[in-house]
T-cell receptor, first 114, second 113 residues
């Protein structure tokens, strides 16, 4: 099915552990984004990618690492998870910022760091 | 920093009434978008309005943009219980030479049947 899928849907991890959130899109969109959503903060951009092998920081990149070796995949890694990284993480894709049909979002990953 | 800020934070109306949500932003924009998020789900794109447009319609949705006041409004006419969701505005922001979309904190709409 065409679309954007995130995995896992739910994840509980311990402080200090490395965890990777996966994002896969079938639109062949150039741009991909990672946002985190916390109560009272709306969505905050963590990292984005304009194309394979091109990534850039967003508002809140500290503690996160991304890579994009293939256009369709954009994994987000928390190198050493902290409780403050407990959040809902959304991946999104777009042909380009400002495209008429906007961003396509995944269903999110709810991450809890204990 | 957040570019778009929605107002009100929460809105409760009866089914059949109109719902109006507002968004203010701080810097010049190329376009402004509105998204809907149902509880526990991802965001869904509703409509995009470009900086040279003043009004746009899509079904029961009407969006206006006033670049002189740096504000936009989303009107949902004849609301339904299924419209219950959070609504976000998003604006493009240029940061460090990049081009990204920044979301506001959202308006929570509750439509009572």
């Amino acid at each position: 099915d065409a679309g954007i899928t995130q995995s896992p849907r739910y994840k509980i991890t311990e402080t200090g552990r490395q965890v990777t959130l996966m994002c896969h899109q079938t639109w062949s969109h150039s741009y991909m984004f990672w946002y985190r959503q916390d109560l009272g903060h709306g969505l905050r951009l963590i990292y984005y990618s304009a194309a394979a092998d091109i990534t850039d920081k967003g508002e809140v990149p500290d503690g996160y690492v991304v890579s994009r070796s293939k256009t369709e995949n954009f994994p987000l890694t928390l190198e050493s998870a902290t409780r403050s990284q407990t959040s809902v993480y959304f991946c999104a894709s777009s042909e380009y910022p400002g495209a008429a049909d906007g961003y396509t979002f995944g269903s999110g990953t709810r991450l809890t760091v204990v | 920093s957040q570019q778009g800020e929605e107002d009100p934070q929460a809105l409760s109306i009866q089914e059949g009434e109109n719902a109006t949500m507002n968004c203010s932003y701080k810097t010049s924009i190329n376009n402004l978008q509105w998204y809907r998020q149902n509880s526990g789900r991802g965001l869904v794109h509703l409509i995009l309005i470009r900086s040279n447009e003043r009004e746009k319609h899509s079904g029961r949705l009407r969006v206006t943009l006033d670049t002189s006041k740096k504000s936009s409004s989303l009107l949902i006419t004849a609301s339904r219980a299924a419209d219950t969701a959070s609504y976000f505005c998003a604006t493009d922001d240029r940061v460090g030479g990049g081009f990204k979309t920044i979301f506001g904190a959202g308006t929570r709409l509750f439509v009572k049947a």
